[in-house]
């Protein structure tokens, strides 16, 4: 298994014998307005460019998108995939969406499509497929609090995370957006994974608090998974990430995890 750190929550993930690209947010720096209503809205996104040419972020197998916010599937991915690489998304509201090649707007909740594209190939993850031999489950998370939730739904939305099994391999857990919370326990707790993946740069809502996770509950996902090798993703692209990578190291070293995490930069792969 290999995990290629891209861009935000954007990895390549290598693993039983497949290249699976996950939320591609594919656009150049800056060329976004910043999330409306969140931590440093005045920002343009994506903050930081992209770590290797775009023609090789897409050369791969498959695609997964948890979920259709912008800084996950954006109008640059929608027009660099192939229209026929296969695509999964989490139901099939976002399979339609994506299939005509269509991305969210955070900024003013509006669908826009890229002119005469369509995706041929479009799964949902409901069902639990397998690609190449390789099993994806969907679990679910949550995109913020519960009390986030009530008051933000329509622009927090549903979101999902994927477990990656294989004979060949370990159980990777790909958590999403989501925050600490009995999802994610009884997600550890039911697969066992011996590979986390967390979105963990603590993108904050005014008001409503973090809608990915932090660095306490980085730590909490450590505790429930002893055994587990921890990669930390989802740092210093967005507008309202406001966690630093060097950050949640020294949160690590003070607290005896930094040889259970990994926090890549940008362009970084981790070997597991």
């Known amino acids: 298994m290999k995990v ?3 861009r935000n929550a954007t990895l390549i993930i290598e693993y039983g014998g ?45 695609v997964i998108v948890t979920h259709t916010h912008t800084d996950h599937w954006d109008e640059t991915a929608a027009e660099a995939i ?20 269509g991305y969210v707007s955070l900024e003013d909740g509006a669908v826009h499509h890229v002119e005469d594209k369509v995706f041929s190939d479009v799964r949902v993850l409901t069902g639990n497929p397998e690609f190449q031999g390789v099993k994806l489950r969907k679990v679910p998370g949550q995109h913020g609090s519960d009390t986030a939730l009530q008051f933000a739904y329509d622009g927090l939305q549903e979101v999902c995370g994927v477990v990656f099994s294989h004979p060949d391999e370990k159980t990777l857990y790909l958590a999403g957006d989501t925050v600490w919370n009995d999802y994610v326990a009884a997600n550890i707790a039911t697969y066992r994974p011996e590979v986390i993946i967390l979105n963990a740069g603590d993108a904050q809502v005014p008001g409503l608090g973090n809608i990915i996770m932090n660095a306490d509950e980085v730590r909490a996902v450590c505790e429930a998974a002893p055994a587990a090798t921890i990669i930390a993703s ?28 990994l926090v890549p930069e940008d362009g970084e792969t981790c070997a597991l």
């Open 4 to 6: 290629t750190q891209i």
């Open 18 to 62: 497949s290249r699976f690209l996950i939320d591609p947010m594919l656009a150049p720096k800056e060329s976004m307005p910043g999330f409306a209503g969140t931590a440093n809205e005045h920002l343009r996104n994506p903050t930081v460019g992209l770590p290797g040419p775009l023609e090789q972020i897409v050369d791969v197998d498959a």
């Open 82 to 101: 192939p229209a026929g690489l296969p695509v999964f998304a989490q139901h099939f509201s976002d399979r339609a969406l994506i299939r005509d090649a």
């Open 234 to 261: 989802h740092f210093e692209a967005v507008n309202h990430g406001v966690a630093t990578r060097r950050e949640l190291r020294e949160y690590l070293a003070a607290h005896g995890l930094s040889d259970r995490v």
